[in-house]
């Protein structure tokens, strides 16, 4: 079982910038593949951004890539670790509920293949 806490939401103003984090505790969280994913009101879940288990892969949305970069620290022998999307040039279409995910089965931009998510946090952009 892996357990994952965003933190790091909150309101800026348009061109601002915030930093995510993913805390995740449980079994390994290093052997894993993770993700962020994000979800407007009125929208489905959209696809943000995903890094490898390595962190020597990374993939972003085209509507993020050049602003949002995905990160993780894998610290050894800990089942403690921590995933991150820092996030800049923020605009106001970037408003959204922000969510973590591990454990992917199969494609990495897709929600229903990770198995396990964290809570949320709110992302709220101003113009």
């Known amino acids: 079982q892996v357990q994952l806490v965003e933190s790091g939401g909150g309101l800026v103003q348009s061109g601002g910038s915030l930093r995510l984090s993913c805390a995740a505790s449980?079994?390994?969280?290093?052997?894993?593949?993770m993700g962020w994913f994000r979800q407007a009101p009125g929208n489905e879940l959209e696809f943000v951004a995903a890094?490898?288990?390595?962190?020597?892969?990374?993939?972003?949305?085209?509507s993020v890539k050049g602003r949002f970069t995905i990160s993780r620290d894998n610290a050894k022998n800990t089942d403690k670790n921590t995933g991150y999307l820092q996030m800049n040039s923020l605009e106001p279409d970037d408003t959204a509920v922000y969510y973590c995910?591990?454990?992917?089965?199969?494609?990495?931009?897709?929600?229903?293949?990770?198995?396990?998510w964290g809570q949320g946090t709110q992302v709220t952009v101003t113009v």
């Open positions: 890094i490898s288990w390595s962190g020597g892969s990374t993939w972003y949305a085209d």
């Open positions: 449980g079994r390994i969280f290093s052997h894993y593949a």
């Open positions: 995910a591990t454990d992917p089965k199969g494609n990495y931009v897709y929600g229903p293949e990770y198995t396990y």
